[in-house]
């Protein structure tokens, strides 16, 4: 009846994030979870109206405290029990990357951390999702190998 209102629900979602202010570390890493799911439902719109968040928090977080390892932590632990989960896919791994890397290299301080950031979780997420894919093979060795790359 209303059509795909997932990318306009996103929009909304971010425009609310942007609207907490000064309040938003409260909700770091609290909020890290419920978002990084909300940029796994395979919508590329809904994707690309949230994934700009995650910047925010990183943001956020290191001018508050001069590092953004609490998101860090909490994207990374969050992030393998999701792929787990059935979540994420090769767009996602692209876009996310895509996403935040422009965003880290308009802001000076965040270019470098940002990057190493960026690169180890789409390192991760490539290990995660070559994983699931090999779960159910049937080629041991293969399966044996992804493993040891995840690990």
Known sequence: RYGDMRAAIGASIRDMWYSLGHRKIEFIPGMVGPILE???????????????IFFDMMLCEHQLTGSF????????R???????????????KQLFKSIL????QSHPELAKPGKDFVELV????????????????????????CTVNLL
């Open 101 to 104: 890397l422009n965003c880290c």
């Open 69 to 76: 390892s609490r998101f860090e932590d909490e994207i990374l």
């Open 38 to 52: 909300m940029t796994l439902v395979p919508e590329p719109e809904l994707r690309r109206a949230t994934i700009p």
């Open 78 to 92: 969050r992030l393998d029990s999701e792929v787990e989960g059935g979540r994420g896919d090769e767009q996602y």
């Open 122 to 145: 789409t390192g991760l997420l490539e290990r995660l999702l070559d994983y699931r894919a090999v779960m159910n093979d049937e080629n041991k060795t293969y399966s044996m190998s």
